[in-house]
């Protein structure tokens, strides 16, 4: 390939680079405007904005001598002006030249030369840390750090007179609670979901009723109350103690149907539940004072009733059998179970009569009746009778046994004595083991 050659004196004729630069820009390419800030763009840009519209509006650099928010704009451009990679960041905005280390102010007269600020350094010199004022000013981001600050504290606040007080006692030994009332989950919730669902199934039928709650009521345990639309149950009742005014106010263990609890103190409860206009207290049935009689509280769960009844049938064979019993079990009432007894197998198709009834607490009534039936087997009844229908049956629960035998033998299964026992078949009669 042949060289190139080069004219040396075209070559010298070409402008250089300087000669560019320094000529006339007839085509304005060199005027260019300082970037806008967007809406989205970072703290410190839009802050520098900030600087820029005061120099639009006021035509002056911000200085130190204004009031609180021209002071925190001049104290904010010292810093950036001190920073440099705060000043390189910022310079693309810097359309008055605030950046250079000497305003550019619109509108100045040539009389009143700009306002000098600090040389901006050279790059190789160590970035200068702004002044402890000017970082407290930057931490300046609400009316509490404007009150707090040393500035404000100079200013006069006028008289405080209004703040003394003369005509209202000042109260100074307001009693402080020894704990505050939380909400936390209940661990034994499983213990009171059955007695919130038969408060719920008695508030929809009718069967339970409510008052509104009154300042002056008194609480027990067992007591049942809807604060705030929800359901809730005193379980326990603490240690007895007085308020600050000598009114009885224990702490309360309080079970909610959402499955929490809570410490409340008793006047605290009660102040929400007057203050609630839709509080109500749970009236208690009259069953609830002979269960309190009994030792059977709220926690105790019914699990259904063991009954005694004999029959009244006319049919011989039956009136034949001495101390004729049935011992069944019923989560009703023995009134409901026995209503369609004639026409029942499981009475005889035949009326009965009530003799007794146990009710039973935390406990699995199916095999506590399987007990009794068991320890009662010599004495069941083993026959075959035909009922209406023309089929026949063999009556399962039905025993010859006196009835106070049978309480006793329902006693005894209760307490864990009944091990000790054995039926005497020939007088149907508990007796005692030897050596037991």
Not at 135 to 162: C, K, M
Not at 232 to 246: A, M, P, Q, V, Y
Not at 302 to 318: H, K
Not at 390 to 399: A, H, L, N, Q, V
Request: charged share 30%; hydrophobic share 35%.
């Amino acid at each position: 390939m042949a060289a190139i050659r080069h004219d040396r004196g075209k070559a010298i004729a070409r402008p250089s680079l300087d000669d560019i630069f320094s000529g006339p820009d007839e085509f304005g390419l060199l005027d260019v405007a300082a970037k806008r800030i967007g809406s989205h763009a970072p703290l410190e840009e839009t802050n520098f904005e900030a600087i820029n519209a005061f120099v639009d509006q006021h035509q002056r650099v911000p200085n130190d001598h204004g009031d609180l928010s021209e002071k925190l704009l001049a104290r904010r451009l010292a810093t950036y002006v001190a920073n440099t990679r705060l000043r390189d960041a910022l310079r693309p905005y810097d359309r008055h030249g605030l950046l250079s280390g000497q305003a550019d102010a619109p509108g100045k007269s040539e009389q009143e030369p700009p306002q000098a600020l600090p040389p901006a350094p050279s790059p190789d010199e160590p970035v200068v840390e702004a002044p402890a004022a000017v970082a407290a000013a930057e931490n300046i981001t609400s009316l509490d750090d404007i009150f707090a600050s040393a500035d404000f504290g100079e200013l006069d606040q006028g008289d405080h007179g209004i703040f003394d007080i003369q005509h209202v006692p000042v109260v100074s030994d307001r009693e402080t609670p020894d704990e505050i009332a939380q909400r936390r989950i209940c661990e034994d919730f499983y213990e009171f979901e059955h007695i919130f669902r038969d408060l719920h199934e008695g508030l929809k039928t009718g069967t339970v009723q409510t008052v509104r709650f009154q300042q002056s009521s008194q609480v027990e345990e067992g007591d049942a109350f809807i604060l705030e639309g929800v359901l809730c149950l005193i379980d326990k009742i603490g240690e007895h103690r007085l308020d600050s005014t000598g009114r009885y106010d224990p702490r309360l263990r309080v079970i909610f149907e959402n499955g929490t609890e809570s410490n409340h103190l008793l006047q605290s409860l009660a102040k929400r539940l007057f203050a609630d206009e839709t509080g109500r207290r749970i009236i208690r049935e009259a069953d609830s004072v002979v269960d309190a009689f009994n030792n059977i509280s709220h926690r105790d769960k019914r699990a259904g009733q063991i009954y005694f009844v004999t029959t009244l049938s006319e049919n011989p064979q039956l009136k034949a059998i001495p101390n004729l019993l049935k011992i069944g079990y019923t989560e009703q009432t023995v009134e409901e179970r026995t209503k369609n007894a004639v026409r029942d197998v499981a009475f005889l198709e035949a009326p009965i009569r009530i003799l007794a009834c146990v009710e039973c607490y935390n406990m699995n009534p199916n095999k506590f009746e399987t007990l009794i039936h068991g320890f009662l087997h010599s004495q069941r009844l083993n026959i075959t009778l035909n009922s209406r229908d023309g089929k026949t049956y063999r009556p399962r629960e039905w025993f010859s046994v006196p009835l106070d035998t049978a309480r006793e033998v329902v006693r005894r299964i209760i307490d864990g004595s009944i091990v000790q026992y054995r039926m005497d078949n020939t007088t149907n009669r508990l007796v005692k083991k030897v050596g037991a």
